[in-house]
C-alpha cells in the first residue's frame, strides 16, 4: 500500500536469538560458575544477607535486638564460616580480598551446622522486609531441611537467587515491546551479575525494577491490564517497596494514562490501564511504608543515631536549596567511582575488573541503546521528560537515604551511595533512552557485536574473578 510503513524484518540473530534467549543462555551458565567461583562473602554485606536469610528460613519474620543492637542468635557453625572466609563479623569493616584457594574453600563442607549451637551477632539487616529474600528463603530452608554444613546453605541461596532473578529478567527482557537491546546490557552489566550470583536482596530489587517496568510498557501497548500481569506487578511493586527510595518507579505508567485519558477522555474506558497501576501503587507503596515504620526505630549506625537523622531531616526542611544544591554536586565530585562500581567491582568492592571491562561495559551500553526498537507509536517529549525525572528521582532518594543514615551530624555531604543501586532503573533507563528509536531497530551487524561486547565483559568477570582471588 502506497504511504504504509513496513517495518524491516529483523535480522537472523535477532530472531533466532532475541535478548531474553540471549539473556537466559549469558547469565544462566555465568551464574553456575559465579554461584561456585566467588569466594564466600564477598560481595557487599553478603554474610548479614545471609544472616537474615536464615532468620527468615526458621519463620521469623521480625528481626531481633539486644540492648538496641540489631541481630539474632545465629547458630555458632555459620559464624565460624564468616570469620573464617570472610575474616570478621565486624559488619562495618571491609577486608581486604586477598587469597581465596578453592580448594581452601570446599573444605568448609565437612563442617556440620549443628543449629542448636548459638550466639548473639549483630547484624544490620535483621529488619529487612521477608519480601527481599523469597529465593533466599527457599534455598536456605531446603539446606535446613537437608541438615547440610553452613557453606551448602549459601550456596543453596545464592543458586536459588540466582535462578530466581535470571527468570524473572528473562521474562521482562521478553515483555518489554521496545529497549530490549539496551535493558539487556543493564541486566548482564558484570555489577548486576555479582549480585544475582549472592544472597544479597538487590538481585531481588534489581529484577523487580525490570518486571516491573516491562509490565507498565507492554500492557501500556495493549491498553488493558490482565489478571496475572496485576499480581505479577504486586509483587514486584511490593518487591521494590521494600526499599522506598525505589517507589519513583511506581510511577512509570503515568504517561500512557495519560494518553488513555486525553485519547478516550476519562471515565470508565480508561479503567482497564488505570486502575490496575493505582492498585499496584498503593498496595507496593503500602506495605512498604507499614514495615518501615514498623521497623524505623530500629535505625541506626556507628555515625548516625535515630535522634541525628531526625535531625537532619529536619535540616533538609530547613535548608532545601543548599541540600538540593549538595545532591547535584554529589555526581561531579564522585561520578568516577559510579560508574566502576555500577560497571562492577569485586570482593565488596575492593579488587576492579580486568581494565577492559570497562570501557567496553560502557560501550556496550551506548550501542545498546543506538541498536534498540523504538515504541511502534511516536512518544512525545513530555513522556520522555518524565521517565527522566522518574530516574533521577529515583537517585535523588537513594542520595537522600545515603546522607541520612551514612553522614555525620552537621557534616553536608553524601557518603555511601554505590553503583549498585542504581542497577533497578536499568529498564526504566533503557526505555528512556529509546523513546525516540524507530520501531524497525536491532541490526543484525549491531545486535552481534552488543551480544560480543557482552560476552566479553561477562568472560573479563571471571577471569577477574578466578585470578583477583587467586582461586587456583
Known amino acids: 500500500m502506497r504511504g504504509a510503513t513496513v517495518d524491516r524484518k529483523p535480522g537472523a540473530l535477532v530472531r533466532y536469538f532475541p535478548p531474553h534467549i540471549a539473556f537466559l543462555w549469558i547469565a544462566a551458565i555465568n551464574l553456575c560458575l559465579l554461584c561456585v567461583l566467588m569466594p564466600p562473602f564477598q560481595v557487599h554485606d553478603e554474610f548479614q544477607h545471609l544472616f537474615r536469610a536464615y532468620q527468615l528460613s526458621e519463620g521469623r519474620l521480625l528481626g531481633g535486638g539486644r540492648d538496641g543492637v540489631p541481630g539474632g542468635r545465629i547458630p555458632v557453625s555459620i559464624l565460624n564460616l564468616v570469620r573464617r572466609d570472610w575474616g570478621t563479623l565486624a559488619i562495618w569493616r571491609i577486608m581486604p580480598a586477598g587469597r581465596h584457594p578453592l580448594a581452601d574453600t570446599w573444605s568448609g563442607f565437612l563442617h556440620p551446622l549443628v543449629p542448636a549451637r548459638r550466639q548473639f551477632t549483630e547484624f544490620l539487616t535483621a529488619d529487612y522486609a521477608p519480601s527481599l529474600y523469597l529465593p533466599q528463603i527457599v534455598g536456605v530452608g531446603l539446606g535446613r531441611m537437608l541438615g547440610t554444613s553452613p557453606l551448602i ?27 530490549r537491546t539496551a535493558a539487556l546490557a543493564f541486566a548482564l552489566l558484570p555489577g548486576a551479575q555479582i549480585e544475582y550470583a549472592s544472597v544479597a536482596p538487590d538481585a531481588s530489587i534489581i529484577a523487580a525494577g525490570f518486571v516491573l517496568v516491562a509490565l507498565i510498557l507492554d500492557n501500556d501497548r495493549r491498553g488493558a491490564w490482565t489478571r496475572r500481569d496485576i499480581v505479577i506487578g504486586v509483587v514486584a ?57 514498623g521497623t524505623a526505630g530500629h535505625l541506626s549506625t556507628p555515625d548516625t543515631s535515630h535522634g541525628q537523622i531526625i535531625a537532619k531531616m529536619i535540616a533538609i526542611w530547613q535548608h532545601p ?46 550501542l545498546s541503546a543506538l541498536i534498540a ?39 553536608w555531604r553524601i557518603v555511601g551511595v554505590q553503583g549498585r543501586y542504581l542497577l533497578p532503573i536499568g529498564g526504566l533507563a533503557a526505555a528512556a533512552a529509546t523513546q525516540f528509536r524507530r520501531p524497525e531497530g536491532e541490526p543484525g551487524i549491531g545486535y552481534a557485536l552488543l551480544l560480543a561486547a557482552l560476552v566479553g565483559c561477562t568472560i573479563g568477570l571471571d577471569v577477574g574473578t578466578i585470578f583477583g582471588f587467586h582461586l587456583f
Open 321 to 366: 536549596v543548599r541540600f538540593v544544591t549538595m545532591l547535584g554536586e554529589d555526581f561531579p565530585v564522585h561520578g568516577v567511582r559510579y560508574i566502576f562500581d555500577f560497571v562492577g567491582i569485586l570482593g565488596a568492592r575492593t579488587l576492579v575488573l580486568p581494565q577492559f571491562v570497562y570501557p567496553l561495559a560502557l560501550a556496550a551500553l551506548l
Open 373 to 411: 526498537r523504538g515504541p511502534a507509536r511516536p512518544r512525545s517529549v513530555a513522556c520522555f521528560w518524565w521517565y527522566v525525572a522518574t530516574v533521577m528521582s529515583t537517585i535523588a532518594l537513594v542520595q537522600t537515604a545515603m546522607f541520612l543514615l551514612n553522614t555525620k551530624i552537621d557534616d
Open 237 to 293: 511493586a511490593t518487591i521494590l517497596c521494600s526499599k522506598l527510595v525505589y517507589a519513583p518507579l511506581l510511577a512509570a505508567g503515568v504517561p500512557g494514562a495519560w494518553r488513555q485519558a486525553r485519547t478516550r477522555g476519562m471515565g470508565a474506558t480508561t479503567r482497564p490501564l488505570v486502575a490496575p497501576q493505582l492498585m499496584i501503587a498503593a498496595v507496593g507503596l503500602g506495605v512498604g511504608l507499614l514495615w518501615f515504620f
Open 153 to 179: 546453605l549459601l550456596l543453596l541461596g545464592r543458586i536459588a537467587n540466582a535462578a530466581a532473578s535470571v527468570t524473572a529478567i528473562a521474562f521482562a527482557l521478553r515483555r518489554m515491546p521496545y529497549g
